[in-house]
């Protein structure tokens, strides 16, 4: 039928018109993203609170951006004294997450941590062989 394309594209634009948002007012509004996104990297603790890191160094040698750092215990090389992610190097292929034998890394939704300083994106995860707790999220 003759202007029917038109009528169709009306439609869609009226559905779209009058219906809800899709869009969001951030910053005033803070929603969670999907359970799935790739933020920040964290770390796991075990039942003693300890950082869950073994110091296999898997995810160090399967990192194809050279993001990761690890500086093991001289007296207990399955310990992590210092765990350092560049994240300004990472493109978040996930690896490192789903490489590790021990379940130890895993993807924050933390957003909110765009910065002018390339420094800034360098944190620790495991500082002086204790967890820092780094890139958690705690948004309700
Ligand atoms: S985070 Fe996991 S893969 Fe990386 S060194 Fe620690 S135990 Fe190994
Ligand atoms: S997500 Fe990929 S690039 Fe980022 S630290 Fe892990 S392995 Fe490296």
Known sequence: MFGSGLLKGLGI???HALGRPVTELYPFEHKNPPANSRTFIAMHVNEEGAPACRACNT???????RVLKLVKDPDDPKRAVEFVVNSGRCTYCGL??????FDALYFTQDYE???RDKGALIYHLIEDG????EGEVDRP
């Open 130 to 133: 204790a967890c820092t707790h």
């Open 113 to 115: 941590r765009a910065t």
């Open 59 to 65: 995810c160090i040698v399967g990192c194809p951006d």
């Open 13 to 15: 634009t009226l559905r």
């Open 96 to 101: 490192c997450v789903e490489n590790c034998p």
